[in-house]
């Protein structure tokens, strides 16, 4: 069963900084390009960033570049956000989703994780 | 990278017919076969209804059904039922391996 658990959310100051991971499991990590996706509350769903297969290609919204990094491990099965420089806007629900080969959609989300900016 | 254009609201009665646009621009729902479409309930992570603009993933019901017109793509649901109330989402690829969602509609079943 193909399962995506992202964890690292939680509260931060504006201006700082963290690290999410989403682990994965239930199918070949290193196979598949893996997205972050964003959800304010109340508000829609926003693409945050993209990585290909071995980490060499990645790709950002316009909101994020210069501030977020995304990147993997795939002997750890893990994907990973990097967030710095967070400002409240940044403030959101984070899936991690999984983009099937060849394809160009979300076929399996994780369940999300919160991310607050307040002071 | 702006957001493709959805209707805030749709509303049908148990048994209709409702279609959700979706529209964009040149550069991404116009430019690429790729719009897909995605289910999400209240506090639950969304789910891939339609992908490649009107190809549906195993265990979709085949009342949901996607076309692309222009810049424009759309979700029909047929045979409303009291399950299919959610939010809906469209997203296009918009080439340079950029993604843009739509703005989200609500679905009431009346």
């Known amino acids: 069963e193909v399962q995506l658990v992202e964890s690292g959310g939680g509260l931060v100051q504006p201006g700082g900084s963290l690290r999410l991971s989403c682990a994965a499991s239930g199918f070949t990590f290193s196979s598949y390009w893996m997205h972050w996706v964003r959800q304010a509350p109340g508000k829609g769903l926003v693409w945050v960033s993209r990585?290909?297969?071995?980490?060499?290609?990645?790709s950002y919204a316009d909101s994020v570049k210069g501030r977020f990094t995304i990147s993997r491990d795939n002997a750890k099965n893990t994907l990973y956000l990097q967030m710095n420089s967070l400002r409240a806007e940044d403030t959101a629900v984070y899936y991690c989703?999984?983009?099937?080969?060849?394809?160009?959609?979300?076929?399996?989300w994780g369940q999300g994780t919160l991310v607050t900016v307040s002071s | 990278q702006s957001a493709l254009t959805q209707p805030a609201s749709v509303s049908g009665s148990p048994g209709q017919s409702i279609t959700i646009s979706c529209t964009g621009t040149s550069s991404d729902v116009g430019n690429y076969n790729l719009v897909s479409w995605y289910q999400q309930h209240p506090d639950k992570a969304p789910k891939l209804m339609i992908y490649?603009?009107?190809k549906r993933p195993s265990g979709v019901s085949n009342r949901f059904s996607g076309s692309k017109s222009g810049n424009t793509a759309s979700l029909t649901i047929s045979g409303l039922q009291a399950e299919d109330e959610a939010d809906y989402y469209c997203?296009?690829?918009?080439?340079?391996?950029?993604?843009?969602f739509g703005t989200g509609t609500k679905v009431t079943v009346l």
């Open positions: 989703a999984r983009v099937p080969v060849g394809g160009y959609h979300f076929d399996y």
């Open positions: 990585i290909n297969l071995d980490g060499s290609s990645t």
């Open positions: 490649e603009g009107s």
């Open positions: 997203c296009s690829y918009a080439g340079s391996g950029l993604y843009v």
